[in-house]
């Protein structure tokens, strides 16, 4: 993402700039968590990336490709995404197979039909297995039977199945009981070790956004201010990004 800037309203009293001359760069496998208060851009970084908003200036590339003016439509195949709400990336009426059949065919065939296969449903057990929470033996409850963490947990195995170049995850675990985010997120962390992917994590979770990934950033008013991996991000506390936040939000 270069020098990305993004103004909502513009001319009117309600006139916004969001994105204020952004900067990211992801290497390959980068696992970001990323924090900074509310509406410091960060939903619309991510809305950004997804084509959900275009910019008014600045230049966005994908493996080497200038997505910038690409439609959501055209984006979508190279991303996943996972938003905080957990009904908002399954289909509640339909069967946790028939989920996964549509997140696993997506884009692979032209003539979509419902008639799912012996082999099918073997691959779809072994995949409901890697999430541990028992709903390989549910293949065909519907899925809005489950609880909001198996729903995520689901949304997350969807999202990753057309092997997506980037992972958007829009704070995932935030409507969830700190103990199922915490399996959420562990899965989380599995998957995307797994699959070597790269992926974006927005939390408002501190503690989350040290354990988890291999690099954090934090932005503020449309910027990223901080940027930190490897050793020196394990050896990160809460109270260093307080600090961090505090100054940068100085005397407001
Ligand atoms: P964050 O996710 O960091 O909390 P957002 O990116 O959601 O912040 O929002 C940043 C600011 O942009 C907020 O003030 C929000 O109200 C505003 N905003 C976001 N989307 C829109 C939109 N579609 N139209 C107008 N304003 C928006
Ligand atoms: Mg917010
Ligand atoms: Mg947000």
Redesign the pocket.
């Known amino acids: 993402i270069n020098n990305l800037y993004k103004t ?2 513009p001319g009117t009293i ?1 006139e ?1 700039t ?1 994105l204020n001359g952004l900067n990211l760069e992801l290497r390959p496998s980068d696992f970001v968590s990323i924090i ?10 991510l809305n950004m990336i997804a084509g959900v ?1 275009f910019a008014d200036e600045g230049v966005i590339t994908l493996d080497d490709v200038d997505i910038t003016r690409l439609s959501e439509f055209k984006r979508a195949k190279y991303l996943g995404r996972v938003f905080q709400d957990p009904m908002l990336g399954t289909a509640a009426d339909m069967e946790i197979e028939e989920n996964l059949a549509l997140a696993y065919r997506r884009g692979k065939r032209r003539n979509f039909s419902w008639g799912i296969t012996k082999k099918e449903k073997e691959e779809y057990v072994e995949l409901l297995k890697t999430l541990d929470l028992g709903l390989e033996t549910r293949l065909t409850s519907k899925v809005g039977l489950l609880s909001g963490g198996q729903r995520q947990a689901l949304t997350l195995l969807m999202a990753t199945l057309k092997s997506p170049k980037l992972l958007l995850l829009d704070e995932h675990t935030a409507a969830l009981d700190p103990k199922t985010a915490r399996k959420v997120l562990e899965l989380t962390e599995q998957i995307i070790a797994k699959n070597s992917l790269t992926a974006l994590m ?1 939390t408002h979770n501190m503690k989350n956004a040290i354990e988890y990934g291999n690099r954090l950033i934090m ?1 503020h008013e449309g910027r990223v201010i901080y940027d930190v991996s490897g050793e020196e991000k394990k050896k990160l506390e809460v109270k260093d990004l307080l600090a961090k936040f505090e100054s940068a939000s100085g005397g407001e």
């Not at 900074?36 to 970084?45: C, D, P, Q, V």
Request: aromatic share 6%; net charge positive.
């Open positions: 909502f309203n309600n916004k969001v900074g208060g509310n509406g410091a851009g960060k939903s619309t970084m908003h927005v932005m």
